[in-house]
């Protein structure tokens, strides 16, 4: 049976949230393919070396929820989503941003091949 898009965007997420909850920044980047295309609030980069750099940079104490708003099944194996992710600080306001990811199968587990943050006002 194929999953649902929702679905298989939550396979990847939960793990991406939990090791950001975590501050694993390698267990972060293992939820990305060995090229993915990656931005977050700071200059782009690509590979799970420079997804791992980021989050290794981010306060401890960080946590992320995220919403999916939209999905869309691009191929059998390429899904598009589009989410508010919500991370959460322990010294000041949480940020909320607007995140867009394509996530493809690669053997038997989907990654995330892109992910693009913007914060829109």
Do not use: K, N
Not at 72 to 100: I, N, Q, S
Request: proline content about 3%; glycine content about 8%.
């Amino acid at each position: 049976m194929v999953s649902s898009e929702a679905e298989i965007l939550r396979s990847v997420l939960d793990r991406w949230r939990t090791a950001v909850d975590a501050h694993e920044p390698d267990d972060v980047a293992s939820c990305f393919t060995d090229d993915a295309i990656f931005q977050g609030l700071h200059p782009y980069s690509v590979g799970r070396d420079g997804v791992a750099a980021y989050y290794e940079a981010q306060p401890l104490g960080m946590t992320a929820t995220y919403d999916i708003r939209e999905t869309r099944r691009l191929a059998d194996d390429v899904v598009l989503g589009y989410l508010e992710v919500e991370f959460g600080f322990t010294d000041r306001p949480a940020l909320t941003v607007h995140l867009g990811v394509v996530v493809r199968r690669i053997g038997d587990d989907w990654l995330i091949g892109h992910y693009q943050v913007s914060r829109l006002g």
